[in-house]
């Protein structure tokens, strides 16, 4: 319980990064370049994670 209250105040500057990550405009675009291209920049995901 005592790690969890610790790490409480993290929670928020997370919760803003991930909501400036997936807004909807993002996520449009991204849907948009997916359904145009396809599987044609897989490995620009690929290459960005290693």
């Known amino acids: 319980m005592k790690r969890a209250l610790r ?3 993290l929670i ?3 919760l803003v990064a991930g909501v400036a990550y997936l807004d909807p405009g993002n996520v ?3 849907m948009t370049a997916g ?3 396809g599987y ?3 490995w620009v995901v690929v290459s ?3």
């Open 35 to 37: 359904a145009r291209y």
């Open 28 to 30: 449009a675009s991204n």
């Open 7 to 9: 790490a409480l105040p």
């Open 48 to 50: 960005a994670n290693l």
């Open 12 to 14: 928020g500057p997370a």
């Open 40 to 42: 044609l920049l897989v």
